[in-house]
């Protein structure tokens, strides 16, 4: 490992010499990147992930200054994956460059690729409201590169973490766009009950029982199969347990969709936040009786 950082180090002094000295012959900005270059490779095989990250930023200066902006762009996308391991603040900053570069050139689809990578770092920090900035931003650069798949994963995490922040007419509406998306293609028609149920949890979350009705209606019309599900009695269940404020039914509701299809945290999280607004309501009228 050492002897691969040592020679990272010689690379790198190489470069810096060649960039403060005078050349006759040549590029030295070209024969400084190709030392940088070098440099970066040598620390990577050192696993010294910060001087890599350093070095690949000197080398996307370097391609600047040779106005070879795609280059640059990669540079510091390299960097960015170098401080990955290290630095999650630095690795942004890096991720963001290579972004504005591409956005820049046109380059929507490479663009969108490294907000959504932004996004999911910022996922892994639980960061949720800065995940969300770049997946939006990662979801629109899609839609106009027409990828819709793409655009859908990110709507999905946006709406999960929207509901998560209690943002739920934002959750709501993401979910509803997801299945109608979905009722309109053969090989994800099958998932379209589900974003419904999770949009249909979302109205349970903002307490409305007319909207729940008014969407139990919508979904219906959206997918006629929706009527017979599985999801779609859950639903009806919640609302009627909700209606009549009764712990109990929406208990045995939840219970008896479980054992049959496995609820995932989200529904989890969001149906316990239901419960609990029932059982203080139900407190709340005991007090008063």
């Known amino acids: 490992m050492s002897d691969h950082i040592s020679k990272g180090e010689d690379c790198e002094k190489q470069a810096e010499k060649k960039l403060n000295g005078w050349q006759l012959f040549g590029s030295k900005l070209e024969d400084a990147a190709d030392l940088y270059e070098k440099a970066a490779n040598f620390y990577k095989l050192g696993k010294s992930w910060d001087q890599a990250g350093a070095v690949y930023v000197k080398l996307a200066e370097c391609f600047i200054k040779l106005d070879s902006k795609h280059d ?52 892994k920090e639980r960061n949720l409201e800065k995940a969300m900035v770049y997946y939006e931003k990662a979801a629109d650069l899609y839609q106009g590169e027409e990828v819709s798949s793409s655009e859908n ?7 999960e973490f929207a509901a998560e922040l209690e943002q739920y007419q934002k959750a709501i509406e993401l979910y509803e766009e997801v299945a109608r998306q979905s009722l309109n293609n053969h090989l994800l028609k099958s998932g379209a009950k589900r974003h419904l149920l999770n949009a249909g949890i979302c109205q349970l979350c903002k307490n409305d029982i007319v909207a729940i009705s008014n969407a139990l209606d919508k979904y219906q019309d959206m997918d006629p199969t929706f009527a017979g599900s ?12 909700i209606d009549e404020e009764d712990v109990e039914k929406f208990t045995d509701a939840v219970k008896e969709f479980d054992s049959l ?4 945290a989200l529904k989890t999280t969001l149906l316990v936040r239901v419960k609990e607004m029932l059982k203080a309501k139900e407190l709340e009228e005991d007090d008063l009786t």
């Open 72 to 123: 640059a762009a990669n540079a510091y996308a390299d960097a960015g994956h170098c401080y990955k391991k290290t630095n999650t603040t630095e690795c942004v900053s890096r991720l963001e460059q290579a972004l504005e570069i591409f956005m820049e050139l046109g380059r929507l689809s490479m663009s969108a690729r490294y907000c959504k990578e932004i996004a999911e770092l910022y996922e």
């Open 153 to 159: 994963q990110c709507n999905l995490k946006i709406a």
């Open 230 to 241: 599985r999801e779609h009695r859950l639903l009806a269940d919640l609302a009627s347990s």
């Open 261 to 264: 299809t496995k609820l995932d």
